[in-house]
């Protein structure tokens, strides 16, 4: 009988890249008075009770749910998009609920149909899973932040263009204008834009509407779209507005055609939204004063937190929205995360992000009041 030859089973894909903060962890917890990590923007706040009530009310599920997400769903997210987005009209037949975006952003160029031979566009500092998900698709990941920057023989096989407006980890947002003239380079070759867009509830300065700012603009505004959603996707998630992150709740919309695809391909792989999660998206996305309380208590946060680092000696770049303060100290990113490591906080390499980030770090604003304040407290007094 004739040996059956070994093979190694699974992926060969790059180690998770947050592997490399473990000793910097380790480091920081040894810190007396305990670690503070602000690596990581996962919400710490509870998840509102008109949430959890709503998820509660619907716990009796005992059948299945739909991939489509249930009709009530699906208007209260065009009510949405009509109400907070400057999205008038949104079909709710163009509209899908996903299991948190990130699966959405791994999972988009495979379901799109995109393989060997293919571009997908993302930032020049971004989220590493836009790479991921054009890796697992056999496509190709290109780092531009506008398709003028590509030759034009790769500029001809772009067939996905990501966008991330507010941006992770640079909290960049990007004006009507130059979303616009995004769009049509892309219409111009054919390539779906894609816009992540799960930060623009968190807008401060000139962004903060609570301020007296304009709201960050969405690829779906008539401005942007010019009145159509052909090859057009808005990405949310309600993870960071709503603390609904344990929840896994998420949307997508925009182009008829696609959604209509991406329901169908769903619906074989069996993706789909629990019922009671859909339920209580609902009761979030019916409720803006959970949302501006939330708000309240990041900016709160992010007041403390920016004269702190510029006491350390960091300079902030961007951060106009998001949940993250984008900050160099003119060093290596790695001699910054073990400084900040020696005062007990962790904070998130901007190498990890792209090239563009070396010599960056990310901090997250998602602490405890109690955890910001004594992040602050020891940022101010290292330089004394």
Partial sequence: MSAVPSRTFGLDLPEYPWEAMAP????????????????IGTPVDPTPAVITDALAAAADAPGYP??????ALREAI???YARRRNVPGLDPQDIMPTVGSKELVAWLPLLLGLGEGDVVVRPTVAYPTYDMGAILAGATPVAADD?????????????????????????IVRSAASLRRLVDSARAVGAVVASDECYAELGWG??????GGAPVPSILDPEISG?????????????????????????????SGII??????????????????????????SDDGHVAAQKDKYRARRELLVPALQAF????????????????????????????????????????????????????????????AAAAARLSGANA
Avoid: C
């Avoid at 910097?24 to 690596?39: C, D, M, R, T």
């Avoid at 407006?165 to 909290?171: A, E, F, Q, R, V």
């Fill in 313 to 372: 000696g960091a300079t902030i770049h961007h951060s106009e929205a998001g949940l993250y303060l984008w900050a160099t100290t003119g060093e290596d990113t790695w001699a910054t995360i073990e400084r900040l490591a020696n005062l007990g906080i962790v904070a998130g390499p901007g190498v990890i992000y792209g090239d563009a980030g070396a010599g960056f770090i990310r901090i997250a604003l998602t602490g405890s009041d109690e955890r910001v």
């Fill in 66 to 71: 739909t991939t489509h997400g249930t009709p």
């Fill in 206 to 211: 000139d962004w903060d509407t609570a301020r």
């Fill in 78 to 80: 065009a009510a949405w």
């Fill in 24 to 39: 910097f962890a380790k480091l920081a917890a040894a810190h007396p008075e305990g670690a503070v990590n602000l690596s």
């Fill in 260 to 285: 209509a695809n991406l329901v169908n391909s769903r619906k074989h792989a069996g993706m789909i939204v629990p019922a009671p999660v859909q339920a209580a998206m609902i009761a979030a996305l």
């Fill in 147 to 171: 398709l003028d920057e590509l030759d034009d023989a790769v500029r001809a096989r772009v067939r996905l263009v990501w966008v991330n407006s507010p941006g992770n980890p640079t909290g």
């Fill in 227 to 255: 009145g159509s959603n052909d090859l057009l996707l808005s990405v949310y998630s309600l993870s960071k507005q709503s603390n609904m992150a344990g929840y896994r709740a998420a949307f997508v919309a925009g182009d």
